[in-house]
């Protein structure tokens, strides 16, 4: 099945059996960057001019992407896309793709308490292929192969949240370094792959500061 860029940061989020890998003030900027990035690379957004312009409203057929879309639309300036990630990041964005997950047959949705008190939901698992071929996939490129501008985007973002030596502890830093920072791609994706890279940095930054408000632009 195909999944989203940011579906596929979240299957490498979470353990095997459901636990998260990094906490929450991480994962929601980069869950938002690469919903960003993906309407980019499918071209109904432009970042090349350091702001998210729309190219084309056409809608891709997904609930988030195509929400996005409208919402970047409708407003009526063009924003930074730091700006977009400030203002699109939440837990609850997290929760509706985790909830996509669980409806594709991905994942199941686990509900228990701590010590009988603190409620705690876990998403382990259902259907391990899926996070497989993303792993397979990144940890090619890793090794040397040509990347495409989707893997490169997984690679990058997860690199902006300090992920990615976690996700792949093998891999080369060097090698991150180099897939993160664009050199590798066309002009134009370099510059979607370097614009969604500072929009995470900036909206992680944020949160671990205490949470700023959206940056204006």
């Not at 084309?56 to 896309?81: H, Q, V």
């Not at 996700?167 to 792959?193: H, L, M, N, Q």
């Amino acid at each position: 099945m195909r999944v989203t860029i940011a579906e596929e940061l979240l299957l490498l989020a979470y353990s095997e059996d459901g636990k998260p890998l990094m906490n929450s003030m991480q994962l929601d900027p980069a869950l938002a960057g690469a919903i960003l990035a993906e309407l980019a690379i499918e071209e109904r957004v432009d970042l090349s001019d350091k702001k998210v312009m729309v190219k084309s409203p056409a809608p891709l057929g997904d609930d988030e992407l195509d929400a996005m879309l409208t919402r970047i639309a409708e407003e009526r300036r063009n924003r930074k896309p730091a700006w977009w990630v400030q203002r699109l990041q939440s837990a609850k964005l997290r929760k509706r793709l985790l909830t996509k997950l669980v409806a594709a047959g991905v994942l199941a949705e686990e509900r228990a308490k701590v010590m009988g008190i603190f409620p705690v939901t876990r998403w382990p698992e259902t259907h391990p292929g899926v996070e497989a071929n993303v792993r397979e996939r990144v940890s090619a490129v890793l090794a040397g192969a040509d990347p495409d501008a989707r893997t490169a985007v997984l690679i990058a973002i997860m690199h902006a949240a300090k992920f990615d030596r976690k996700a792949f502890p093998g891999a080369s830093k060097k090698r991150i370094k180099e897939i993160a920072e664009g050199a590798w791609a066309a002009d134009a994706v370099a510059k979607t792959i370097a614009a969604i890279n500072a929009a995470a940095v900036a909206a992680i930054s944020a949160a671990a500061a205490g949470g700023a408000g959206a940056t204006g632009g």
